[in-house]
């Protein structure tokens, strides 16, 4: 027997079209808002969305004797006429947001437009109303989403886990803020606000506000038009690249879209400038005639189709080039390195993600600032967002392929300082006390952490003298230096007496470590932080690795030999790279032969 459908029924099935999950939620009601007119959008998530999402926004609200009617389908403001329909300008305009997820949630509404003087709450329940009435409110519109899908569970199981459903939203919501840099936009999950824009209509604030791990020294402007197309944007400088194209975002005419055309274009503009599995971070904005694309409106991906796809990719290589050969690319040297804070990934410390390094380069000249080499940055800021928790010290693993050593043929040394090599293809400068520090750096790392202290006793004790406050803590501390492989005693009220230091270190290196680490030690140093500990550890290789002028040759090949087997043999721990390299191309260049 053929029956209709319920309404109910029919409802929810609609609502399951447009609503598969909190993302559609957000993204339906964050357009509403923008369509509103708001230059100002908080969005509040709990459990990926699941539980709780709220949207509010400074638009022109809705009006209360209107604000039923919105939730009923086919319900818009936006369109009255099937002429209307060519001439949209706004974002959503079905008609059926605010009806398919009020019919699968519960949800609330207050309401108030700029004109009256009180607001209006609803209250919906699967999309039945269950309360209307008057409140006080601020002008514009706040929609409060909670218990999704409670009443079709079928859907739950669609559900992906809170954090990667929060990982659509935040994904999202950042990609909306660049999209919308005239617009305020904050972003809440749990309880703790992920971003917060200031709509200054300022692109690269707008980038460093929302994507906390972007260098802003090595971000370069792009500004390129031909034509009838125009791009703009920031791309980093290659100085600055990340293992993954997860840093690369395209907007075509506004809207985020993935275009291999454009992915194209960025590679041929960084071609030679990077590693291999190196990619920049771009975020660019192109513009052009909406009649030369044809664009696939998928609610996840958005594919963008181009008539002229070579040309297009020609188009983005030149506005990559330009953007790269411009001054701002020139890293100034007399600029000091450092690295970005990593999130820490749960696991193992040796799956944390790399973060990238600024990098050296020289003074502009010629195309040396092109000497890129991919490095990654070791280098660990404190930060918040460090678990205090974690039992490892940190020594970051590249996840690329490894850089192969044994093709490394070394040809010399230059200024008592930089060792020259070369294998098929490119020429290398190792800056020998970087990878000196760096090979300290990861022996004492190793030391810390392994059971057996491999430790050599030292026939004259070494005394140091600390202050009062310093030993008063002495616990930690002498605990943290016997991990590393030191016997350390207390010898009188601030005085210590060494008497085994860790097999590899020479005496005065020994000395000046413990000095160094000693005197970064203070009342808030928290010794019990495996983060704070590597930093100490890293600040005090500085002092202790000395310039060690003129290498012998059987020196040279074992410092190659001890970096070859450095988790991170391409930067020293405070983020400067031990090695710089040429491509062949790149020399072919200079010399005009390409
Ligand atoms: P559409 O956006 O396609 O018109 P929706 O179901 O998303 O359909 O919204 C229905 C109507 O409710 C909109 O046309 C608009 O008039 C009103 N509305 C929704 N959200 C807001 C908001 N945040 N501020 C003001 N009006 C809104
Ligand atoms: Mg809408």
């Known amino acids: 027997m053929i029956r209709l459908l319920d309404k109910s029924v029919s409802d929810k099935i609609a609502a399951g079209e447009v609503i598969e999950r909190p993302i559609s939620i957000v993204k339906e009601l964050v357009e509403n808002a923008l369509d509103a007119g708001a230059d100002s959008v908080v969005v509040e998530i709990k459990n990926g969305g699941k539980s709780y999402i709220r949207v509010t926004d400074n638009g022109c609200g809705i ?140 692109r690269l604030n707008t980038i460093l506000r929302v994507y906390h791990d972007v260098d802003s020294r090595n971000m370069v402007p792009v500004c390129h038009s031909e034509d009838g197309i125009s791009v703009d944007g920031y791309i980093s400088t290659p100085a600055f690249s990340k293992t993954t194209r997860g840093s690369q975002i395209y907007f075509v005419n506004g809207r985020v879209v993935s275009s291999k055309v454009i992915e194209k274009g960025v590679s041929e503009g960084y071609r030679e400038r990077l590693f291999e599995g190196r990619y920049p971070v771009v975020y660019l904005f192109l513009h052009v005639d909406p009649h030369t694309i044809d664009v696939n409106i998928h609610p996840n991906k958005r594919e963008v189709r181009f008539n002229e796809e070579s040309m297009i990719t020609d188009f983005i290589a030149r506005a990559i080039r330009d953007a790269l050969s411009s001054e701002d690319a020139v890293v100034d040297a007399g600029n000091i390195f450092k690295g970005r804070e990593n999130s820490i990934s749960s696991s193992k410390v040796y799956e944390r993600v790399f973060e990238p390094l600024r990098e050296k380069t020289e003074e502009k000249q010629v195309d040396i600032k092109q000497i890129l080499s991919t490095i990654e940055n070791p280098y660990k800021a404190e930060t918040e967002s460090e678990s205090e928790s974690e039992s490892e010290i940190a020594i970051y693993a590249p996840k690329f392929k490894p850089f192969d050593f044994s093709q490394l043929k070394v040809t010399g040394v230059i200024f008592d300082t930089y ?117 100490l550890i890293m600040m005090s290789c500085k002092a202790a690795v000395k310039a060690n002028d003129k290498l012998s040759d059987g020196e040279v090949k074992a410092l190659i030999n001890d970096l070859s087997s450095c988790i991170n043999p391409f930067s020293c721990p405070h983020g400067r790279p031990t090695f710089i390299r040429l491509t062949r191309y790149e020399i072919e260049k200079m010399f005009k032969r390409v």
């Not at 000693?518 to 983060?531: A, G, K, M, P, Y």
């Open 419 to 535: 060792i020259t090599a070369v294998d098929e293809s490119n020429f290398y400068l190792i800056d020998q006390h970087a990878a000196q520090e760096r090979i300290f750096y990861e022996k004492l790392v190793g030391e810390y952490e392994s059971a057996e202290k491999v430790r050599q006793p030292l026939l004259v004790p070494l005394v140091i003298n600390v202050s009062l406050s310093v030993s008063e803590n002495s616990f930690d501390w002498l605990d943290a230096l016997s991990r590393m492989g030191f016997t350390v005693n207390e010898f009188g009220p601030g005085t210590f007496r060494i008497t085994e230091i860790p097999m590899f270190m020479e005496l005065s290196e020994a000395e000046d470590f413990i000095n160094q680490f000693i005197e970064n030690i203070n009342e808030r140093t928290n010794l019990s932080n495996s983060v704070v500990i590597d930093k």
């Open 63 to 202: 009006p209360s004797e209107e604000a039923e009617t919105a939730f009923l389908r086919h319900a818009t403001s936006k369109i009255s006429t099937a002429a209307d329909l060519d001439a949209i300008d706004t974002l959503g305009f079905r008609g059926e947001a605010l009806a398919s997820i009020a019919a699968v949630t519960r949800t609330e509404v207050i309401t108030k437009t700029k004109g009256s003087k009180t607001g209006t709450r609803l209250i919906l329940h699967g999309g039945r109303v269950i309360t209307k009435e008057k409140t006080g409110c601020p002008d514009g519109t706040t929609i409060i989403v909670t218990d999704l899908f409670y009443n079709t569970p079928a859907r739950l199981k669609f559900m992906k886990t809170d954090s990667a459903e929060s990982g659509l939203i935040i994904d999202f919501m950042s990609q909306m803020a660049l999209a919308y840099k005239d617009v305020k936009f904050r972003l809440i999950n749990n309880g703790r606000i992920l971003f917060s824009t200031q709509g200054d209509g300022n």
